[in-house]
């Protein structure tokens, strides 16, 4: 395995998957901040929240990565193509099951199945994370699928 190729580009695709997600909030497209949901885990300070967030998803999108890097080796190639198909994977997988777990996780999110408490709870992200907008599950299909084809086009097996 090409440890320092999954290093540098994991990172490098991670970075871009954080900005395009970012991006795609400031445009509208989405209420969704992932950083700001990951950081408010961890605390109840807004402005921390975000800070925490933000190295919490650079994180989880290296170990991430690194599942991507070892399906490439298990399968003897890399290739944007590839990359783009798990990052659909991916984003599938985000959508459906991941955000469906997170209020069970959240300390401080809301949950579907029961009725609003007497302090300030995050908004759960429902099936598919609509509840952030009609247009979030592009916003993570897109930004995923990219992910992946920036891993899949720059790293080299060994």
Known sequence: MNWSGWVLWGFVATVMLTTISSATQG???TRMNIPYMLGTIFTPNRDRARLYGFFAHLGFGWVFSLIYVLIFEAVGAAGWWRGLIIGGVHAFFVLTVLMSLLPGLHPRMASERHGPEAHDMLEPPGFL?????????????????????ILGTFYQLK
């Not at 897109?142 to 084809?149: Q, Y």
């Open 129 to 149: 994370a609509l509840h952030y907008g009609a247009r979030t599950p592009i916003a993570v299909i897109i930004s995923h699928a990219l992910f992946g084809a």
């Open 27 to 29: 445009l509208g497209l």
